[in-house]
């Protein structure tokens, strides 16, 4: 059984163990840039956008977290949650605990009116892609994500053209 809980800052070591190990499993590990600081005050500085829920398991042990902040649609007119970092350590998989984040996040959103959760998921993520349509989810068909970055984002950027009041 899994016992999902807000995050808090003594938490932070442990969320940011999981996203190396995330990224790990992503085939990317050297691309992680993130700090205890960062991560700090992010999560629980003077303004928080972003907020992470950590899934325990009986014994009060940390077995995964769902790192989330708001979207908006123009269409519907209301936010929705946009699940950035979704995580369940290899040897608690299985036991409920992805499962129980994501419907905490889906509760929190028809609470508040929210109009959806979405996410990303790798391509070639079969056994996550699995568990996702198990849930209800669905891939957003026609659509495929963008993404400016690094020295593309520095460029464009730069040569900003109009100017810009207040």
């Not at 995050?7 to 995330?22: C, G, K, Q, S, Y």
Request: proline residues 5%.
């Amino acid at each position: 059984m899994s016992v999902i809980r807000p995050a808090t800052v003594d938490d932070v070591p442990a969320i940011l163990r999981m996203i190396h190990d995330l990224a790990i499993y992503e085939k990317e590990p050297d691309a992680v840039k993130n700090t205890p600081e960062k991560l700090r005050d992010v999560l629980f500085g003077e303004s928080p956008r972003v907020y992470a829920h950590m899934a325990e398991n009986e014994l009060g042990e940390v077995q995964g977290f769902a790192l989330w902040f708001l979207n908006y649609s123009t269409w519907e007119g209301v936010h929705g949650i946009y699940l950035e970092d979704l995580y369940v350590m290899p040897e608690a998989r299985g036991e409920g605990h992805g499962k129980a984040l994501l419907q905490h996040l889906a509760a929190i959103a028809v609470e508040r009116g929210y109009a959806r959760v979405e996410w990303s998921v790798l391509d070639w993520n079969e056994p996550s892609i699995a568990f996702y349509r198990n849930l209800g989810a669905a891939p957003m068909a026609e659509w495929s994500t963008f993404r400016l970055t690094g020295e593309a984002l520095s460029a464009f950027g730069a040569a900003r053209q109009v100017p810009v009041h207040g």
